[in-house]
């Protein structure tokens, strides 16, 4: 087995409990005789709710005692002292409540695990032991024996109980006793279990303890006559003793490392003997999610390629052993029934992790819900349904996947994921499918940060409301990238009603990228692919802070809409059916290349503000299509100015403006599109012109807000008069006085203001 079982249950360990409210829980044994299953039912009722006038005592979770003492022998409970002399060896004993306990409590909605009493104070000296000396492997032998059905998927970590040895054993002998059970348990088993400890034991043991017995459940009652005032929200064991961990939060450790505080022994509850008589109740560090964290992960136990479908793969799908109890044992109360075999499921870590074995998991057919996923072997999901249920919370982990093994998404498979993490070196590959996510963190590194590998189309489903953002996960070093692998690759993005519902924070490698689907894409790095871009459907933004976010290829827009505040390196083409609409509002687009136009602009203004989106940076704008425009704010007057592209050089028209006029007697000049990308706007209202006449010039004027009407002439003959054959002024266009010498050869001159 491997380390990464308990790695995977301990990313939470010293959790501080912060806003999060704390749940309870209880222990019990054979003291606690017969627990009925109105009782169990009466224990995890809430404490508002009640049942034919009892309230409940609102415990979540429980550990049950399985067994005492050693593989061999016997012990009866009932005669500790030995004064009958039937107590034998290691003193075994089986407790007969056990498997009715843990069956009635799971089934009453309690989280439930099992513990074992050890004896390392059986030593080779002790009376009746036969000269056989206790040790840590029979004792971890006698509760698998015993308990082994339910450390599994489901059901909380076993748990050491240490309350003695320590006038027998030195600290050394007692801690190396303790770790051959836990290493025991993890051969056997594949998970590392937790440990009950003192603050007397806890400072006995030395240091080499804390990694056999990552989880620790600690033992101190600061206020025996009344349990119900003890802090269990805000307080921590520490607080009435301080060396009650002993070196458990020896730094770098947590200043409070305890996951569970067994806080009085003296509690009374609705839910045991009526509330008359005594029971032990303990406090977890944090609330429900918290407590999963604790649950034995899903473990793949095959050495061997396989399919995630295979009962016998996975450790909640071996079939249970029976309880094995030993010779002389008082027989077992209640009828038996085990754990069934299963796939794992939502409450369950599943931790894939095979050392030496370099196994491929394929997840090919079906609908599976698991909570949290970490991957150390290669997992292809080609088809079928993975979702991982685990949205982070403030008391268990930030993330609800890590891929540190190759991760493959294709065919028709679908992953549902809150927020992964992809370790540096490793690369998941996406090559179809759908991916629903929140949050996808690439690790970074020196050289080989984490890569997201596209070697087909995909479609990406954001959470309801949220940007699903492919970021640079925490630390130094390289960032991720997405690798398009050469190909062209399409982004089909779903529609989730947020603003933005896909956010490529990375740089984008390595071929051409398509844009489709309904939904809208960003992209907020630097990349440096050449194959080009395409805008299908949805939204493209492009809103880099550096570099170009589209690589050096050109960019074409035949349906949707390119927008956004950054920066392209490439030629833009909007063809017929695509959209050019800078910014998300008001913002600046800079494309480095050229800009042609058959389909539609978009640009908002604001006149309050007297600004407007902008393309700047261009060689050059070929305009055609449609200008569509629409003010934020304020009053469009005859003064009006906006500059709406930045170019080098200007040619074509557009064939339509929407809408067709800014207001009432106002009029969309377009004539200096084409001279400095300025898009002006004039009175349409009939004016009359002044004239003077000195020094042999005729000057003629008319109101600055009509600049952009055309001045007309027309000369004929007395005997025509007026007619219609007008011809513009040159250079009228632009400013609203010009200047004639008289001349008095024709014989009639005529001048009008025109516009268009």
Known sequence: MTMLAAAAVMLAVGAPASAQQRVLGIDVSAWQGNISTANWATLKRATNEQVSGV??????????????????????????????????????????????NITRATSAGLLAGSYHFIRPEIIAS???????????????????????????PGHLLPVLDLESGQSQRTSAQLTAFC??????????????PAIYINGNYANYVQASIVSAFPVLWSARWPNQSDPDSIPVQTGHPKDSYTPIYGPWDDPPNATH??????????????????????????VAQGGIEFIKDFFVPALWVSNADGQWTTLSNWNSGLAAVAPVQGPGQVPRVGSLTLPATRLPGSDDTVVLDRPGANVVVTLGSGTHNIRKLYVRETLNITNGSLTINYTPSPDSTPIAAQFSGPVTLSGSGNLSVHTLQVDATRVFTLGGGALTFNTINLMPHSTTPAR???????????FAGVTATIGKGSGTGNTGLIDLGGGTRAFNIANGLAEVDFSADVPVINGALVKSGPGTMRLNAA?????????????????????????????????GTLGGTGTIAGAVAILAGGALSPGTSIGVLTINNSLTFSGVAVMELNAAARTNDLVRGLT?????GTLILSNLAGAIVASSVFKLYSANSYSGAFAALTPASPGPGLAWNTNSLTTDGTLRVVSITP???????????????????HTGWRLQVQTNSLTVGLSTNWVNVPNSIATNQMTFPVNSTPGCVFYRLSYP
């Open 527 to 559: 990349s440096t692919y050449t194959g080009g871009t395409m805008v299908s459907a949805g939204r493209l933004l492009v809103n880099n802070t550096a570099g170009s976010g589209t690589g050096i290829g050109g960019v074409t827009v035949n349906g």
């Open 687 to 705: 004016v009359a012109m002044t004239k003077t006449i000195s020094s042999g010039l005729l000057t003629l004027s008319w109101p600055a807000d």
């Open 55 to 100: 309230y409940g005592d609102g415990r979540d979770f429980v550990f049950i005692r399985a067994s005492r003492g050693g593989t061999t022998g016997y012990y009866n409970q009932n005669d500790a002292n030995n004064i009958q002399g039937s107590n034998t060896l290691s003193q075994r004993y089986d407790d007969p409540y056990f498997v009715q």
């Open 179 to 192: 770790i051959e059970f836990s290493d025991r348990i993890y051969e056997v088993m594949g998970i590392r």
């Open 452 to 462: 997201i590998a596209m070697s087909g189309n995909m479609t990406f489903n954001p």
């Open 620 to 624: 050059s704008v070929t305009y055609g």
């Open 257 to 282: 490392p305890w996951t569970f505080w067994q806080y009085a022994s003296t509690a009374r509850l609705n839910g045991y003997a009526n509330g008359t008589a005594n029971i032990d109740v303990d």
């Open 126 to 152: 002790t009376t009746n032991s036969g000269g056989i000396a206790n040790s840590g492997i029979d004792e971890a032998n006698h509760m698998i024996e015993m308990a082994g059905a339910w450390m599994r």
